[in-house]
């Protein structure tokens, strides 16, 4: 059986990438398809990589740099990647992967991370905070339209989809009216055997894009002065927060995974403002021990037990988030590492593993069987063969 494995697109290692090494993992024998691939040698290999098939799309200028302005081009890109010598398609997608053309014996299972965001409930959110005004949002408006319908249009090509929550499963079915099975991603467990001592501080770790709600955090912590905060990762947005955080919030920029699990294993608790399709690095958080405080929305809902191994906020806002540190600090004592780790073990990657390959041999057996099937004829074209068998 040939394999093939399609990507949306490779230039930096996130959740989607750790997601398609262990899918890799799985079936390592499989060719890799993705848009473009601008992965160092390094970061190629630390996701198990041989080589990879890329679309037209990887040799356009700036494409690099500015991807997401070529957005446009990808329908058109990912229907020119060539499926046809294969058995099995597997797509790992949240733009377009799902996208590709697949023939009728063909087997096309998708591991859908969210269906385009930016293209549905979030555009009036990604519109908001890009900066397009005037005709630039019109026309940025009209092609958001124009690949909803493509999205919509392509949704019946997997013959089957899997969700990484039960969160993306209602999105999928609020956007494609299909059912999809949750297979939740795999995480990067603790590997630490002694629980340390915590510290004294609160922690926050992301990339410093708007819709991450960092700045909430930050903002949040002026209204507790004192109590002191860490906050770790890099962005576009990071030289702004650096400038209205209190004296009680320190920036530890981009951390090696290293540095961020001891931040993790301790801190008093980990906290998450944003609306996440799961949120692995919540989950590896409560891996080193540390309680989460989480808003109450999206993939933190299926990880984090309220009362047990965090607690949650129901809104984005400063007062909600800084009520909840009140309300953890009240409560501290209920809340241990061994809950929190425990939680945390039933997102493993072997886990992931058995779920992802059971769901994938489920669907070649069923593949199989329609493919043997006989295929009835209408009534009248039974009638009218059998009267012509006759002669008559």
Known sequence: MRVAIVHDWLYVIGGAELVLKEILSCYPQADVFTLFDFLSPDDRARVGIRETKTSFLQSIPFMKTHHRSFLPLMPIAIEQLDLSGYDLIISSSYAVAKGVLTGPDQMHVSYVHS???????????????????????????????????????????????????????????????????????????????????????FLAASRMVPYKNIEQIVRAFELLPDQKLVVAGDGPEATRLRAIAGPNVSFAGYVPDAELRRLMATARAFIFAAEEDFGIISVEAQSEGAPVLALGRGGSRETVVDGKTGLFFEEPTPRAIAACVLRFIAMEGRFSPEACRNQAARFSAERFRKEFTDAVEKALKSGALARGAPIPLPVDVEHRGFAEARGT
């Open 115 to 201: 269906p385009m965001r930016y293209a549905w409930d979030l555009q009036h959110s990604y519109l908001s905070t890009s900066g397009y005004k005037g005709l630039k949002a019109a026309v940025v408006r009209y092609l958001l339209h124009r690949i909803r319908i493509w999205d919509s249009r392509t949704a019946s090509g997997p013959n089957v989809m899997l969700a990484n929550s039960a969160f993306i499963a209602r999105r999928i079915r609020k956007v494609y009216s299909r059912k999809a099975t949750v297979v939740c991603p795999p995480v990067r467990l603790s590997t630490r055997t002694e629980t340390g001592p915590r510290e004294t501080h």
